[in-house]
DNA sequence: GTCTATAGGGGGATAGAC
DNA sequence: GTCTATCCCCCTATAGAC
């Protein structure tokens, strides 16, 4: 059992690993609690429904995602560093035993999540793709990205063969990821 | 009740489509039972296991892919052809009700379906590559194909982007999915 | 905040009648 | 080949004691 104050933030960190690795329908409340070594009604007190704790593990992404992105940090990188801190995140996952990123998780299990679950999804993707494009086009403008047509399409590719790509490489090892961003990497020169 | 004596094909499509559409760990039996008005045990007589009817389908399909691309009618296109035939498949997928590949959907359970699922799941994927990696080459080798690096590389970014497309479309709409497919052939072009 | 106990449902699978 | 009946497991969720 975790004894400290936090122990909402860890249900949340379990939740989202879960997530991560075996899916919403693959994961229950007897999984976390186990974890925390205490029983399962102990979890729907921090969390009373499995609806509400899968909307609150996005919830949390979406904010740590703009936080990050409203940072200096990223904020004031060139567009190919920028680039490169999101194929990153992407390859942290990858090299979390396999992970594969939220938003491809359910969006695979979509039509059997629920529904606030599903804004949450939509609402996350929206959110990446569009720092994805305004990414794009100003490494576009800034000509250290080469592309035919718009960012928006371009954004498109990049970001659903990174998530197709995590998956891929559960079935065809990590290497097969990192082809994928390395390809697209390429797919940027002239 | 489907009287006819290919019930095991309409089982296998069925569950074929369950997995596009919800899952392994989203449909069931008594699902399959419901849409053919029988009850849950005759679809046992069929397929002892849900393990081995997951085994059928992906089975069956992975023949069906290589009946096509042996068949002239594939075979023997030119490579730009191939290419538009291949995202055909996926084109027809998502106008299905939004369904999502067979890999995918898979892999994105990879961690919670049984082993002999994911060596089939492995192999499906793999044959996908390997075909769609001889054709980026041969269009490369003519002329018709422009792409940085190798085959190999540009083959899974144009797989997990489709595969990640069709999963994405779930959350964002159709147009997302058309827009990674126009996108691929564009950045084909000079 | 966590426990025990329990309700109520769904799941995969099997036995034996028809 | 399909039926009814059943087993046993896991799941989400709640009530009430501590």
């Given at each position: 059992?975790?004894?400290?104050?936090?122990?909402?933030?860890?249900?949340?960190?379990?939740?989202?690993?879960?997530?991560?690795?075996?899916?919403?329908?693959?994961?229950?409340?007897?999984?976390?609690?186990?974890?925390?070594?205490?029983?399962?009604?102990?979890?729907?007190?921090?969390?009373?429904?499995?609806?509400?704790?899968?909307?609150?593990?996005?919830?949390?992404?979406r904010d740590?995602?703009?936080?990050?992105i409203?940072n200096a940090?990223?904020?004031?990188?060139?567009?190919?560093?920028?680039l490169?801190w999101?194929?990153?995140?992407?390859?942290?996952?990858?090299?979390?035993?396999?992970?594969?990123?939220?938003?491809?998780?359910?969006?695979?299990?979509?039509?059997?999540?629920?529904?606030?679950l599903?804004?949450?999804?939509?609402?996350?993707?929206r959110?990446?793709?569009?720092?994805?494009?305004?990414?794009?086009?100003?490494?576009?403008?800034?000509?250290?990205?080469?592309?035919?047509?718009?960012?928006?399409?371009?954004?498109?590719?990049?970001?659903?063969?990174?998530?197709g790509?995590?998956?891929?490489?559960?079935?065809?090892?990590?290497?097969?990821?990192?082809?994928?961003?390395e390809?697209?990497?390429?797919?940027?020169?002239?």
């Open positions: 059992m975790v004894r400290n104050a936090n122990i909402k933030r860890v249900i949340l960190d379990l939740a989202e690993s879960f997530l991560q690795d075996v899916g919403y329908n693959g994961f229950s409340y007897a999984h976390i609690a186990a974890e925390l070594e205490v029983k399962n009604a102990a979890i729907h007190y921090h969390f009373p429904s499995k609806e509400e704790l899968g909307c609150a593990v996005i919830k949390r992404y740590r995602f703009q936080l990050w409203n940090r990223v904020k004031d990188l060139a567009p190919e560093k920028k490169d999101f194929f990153g995140i992407y390859t942290n996952m990858r090299a979390d035993n396999g992970k594969i990123c939220l938003v491809g998780s359910l969006e695979a299990e979509f039509n059997s999540i629920p529904a606030a599903q804004e949450e999804t939509k609402a996350m993707n959110e990446l793709l569009v720092w994805l494009e305004a990414t794009l086009a100003e490494g576009k403008e800034a000509g250290v990205f080469h592309f035919n047509g718009d960012a928006v399409g371009k954004a498109a590719v990049i970001l659903s063969s990174v998530q790509a995590l998956q891929m490489a559960r079935a065809l090892g990590p290497r097969k990821f990192t082809a994928v961003v390809q697209n990497k390429q797919d940027l020169l002239v």
